[in-house]
């Protein structure tokens, strides 16, 4: 079975400062990982996502996130925070090589809110 | 290019009313779909899916049905409304290795 953590419910940083958002996960066979972000009632919208090969992805917005096997890790940084990044954001796993409904089965961390200050 | 529709977007039922939400996908044919929902400070949690007309699996037993009567058509339904029922219902479809994510319905239950 798989399962996300998400450390920290609300992050909060300083326009300009670096964000960390931090995601781990379990999982019996090799994921993929995902993260996206949520605007207030909207949909969710694709940062960026890990399926093989390099292990440093990057993303839209500036956002990157490092796949640490070692670590069962997957965390979003971006160097310097805008404004616009004021949202919410959930890390997500799905099973490796499963296929077909596989990717859609997503297993949601619960959640992480950004603020940035001014 | 592909597009996924949800509506409505926004929802006050009351307590005992049926439910249909509707969501269909534009710009490809046989997508896997899948119902969402997401409760107030909660994570999203994986309601049904569907492979193709017809075919439905649910992940978590609970007051809701879903049904696929066309390709790109999915509608997710609920006989009497619980006050639990309340929350933000998402729309996916999977292209290759991600998921495509309607705009949402917001649901309140009163």
């Known amino acids: 079975a798989q399962s996300v953590t998400q450390l920290g419910s609300h992050v909060s940083v300083s326009e300009g400062a670096l964000v960390l958002l931090r995601c781990n996960y379990s999982s019996s066979v090799p994921p993929y990982l995902f993260w996206y972000v949520q605007y207030p009632n909207q949909g969710l919208q694709l940062l960026l996502k890990?399926?093989?090969?390099?292990?440093l992805v990057k993303g839209i917005n500036g956002f990157e996130a490092e796949f640490k096997k070692s670590e069962t890790s997957f965390h979003l940084t971006k160097p310097s925070a805008h404004m616009s990044d004021a949202a919410e954001y959930f890390c997500a796993v799905s099973e490796f090589g499963a296929g077909g409904t596989s990717y859609g089965k997503l297993t949601f961390g619960q959640g992480t809110i950004l603020t940035v200050h001014p | 290019s592909q597009t996924i529709h949800q509506w409505p977007a926004t929802l006050v039922q009351p307590v005992g009313s049926p439910l249909s939400l509707e969501c269909t996908v534009e710009g490809t044919s046989n997508p896997n779909l899948y119902w969402y929902r997401q409760a107030a400070g909660r994570g999203l949690q994986l309601l049904f899916y569907s492979v193709g007309i017809g075919q439905i699996s649910s992940e978590v037993p609970q007051n809701l049905s879903a049904s696929r009567p066309q390709d790109r058509q999915f509608i997710l339904s609920s006989k009497k409304l619980l006050l639990s029922d309340s929350g933000f219902y998402l729309c996916a479809w999977t292209l290759n290795t991600e998921a495509f994510f309607g705009q949402g319905t917001r649901l309140t239950v009163v």
């Open positions: 890990y399926t093989t090969g390099a292990t």
